[in-house]
């Protein structure tokens, strides 16, 4: 059985980098190859918003409004991948979440695209 944990800090002051980890736990090794691995954010009283994907093979895609402060990377030996978003704001306050999904998750909210989902962490941006 696949699962996904989310960990990091759950308070960043404005204008830090938030650094948010997704251990994948279970599932093959093909499993991990042929997965998009994705950070999904819903912030309070919103739905949930498409942040930006990883493939096995290292190709990354992001949402436009985020693209020039989000990094997505991944260590394939510890079957792990990460978000960095960087010069944060309070508007950056929400549950992240990673799920993993195959190319019809690409972009995508709707959790019935995807085949993980972790349980998602709180980060409160805040001085």
């Known amino acids: 059985q696949v699962q996904l944990q989310e960990s990091g800090p759950g308070l960043v002051k404005p204008s830090q980098t938030l650094s948010l980890t997704c251990t994948v736990s279970g599932g093959s090794t093909t499993m991990y190859y042929y997965t998009y691995w994705t950070w999904i954010r819903q912030p309070p009283g919103k739905g949930l918003e498409w942040i930006g994907s990883?493939?096995?093979?290292?190709?990354?895609y992001y949402i436009p409004s985020l693209k020039s402060r989000a990094s997505i990377s991944r260590d394939t030996s510890k079957n792990l991948f990460t978000l960095e978003l960087s010069s944060v704001t309070p508007e950056d306050t929400a549950v992240y979440y990673c799920?993993?999904?195959?190319?019809?998750?690409?972009?995508?909210?709707?959790?019935?695209?995807?085949?993980?989902w972790g349980q998602g962490t709180q980060v409160t941006v805040s001085s």
């Open positions: 990883i493939h096995y093979s290292g190709s990354t």
């Open positions: 799920a993993g999904g195959g190319p019809s998750s690409l972009r995508e909210t709707d959790r019935r695209k995807y085949n993980y």
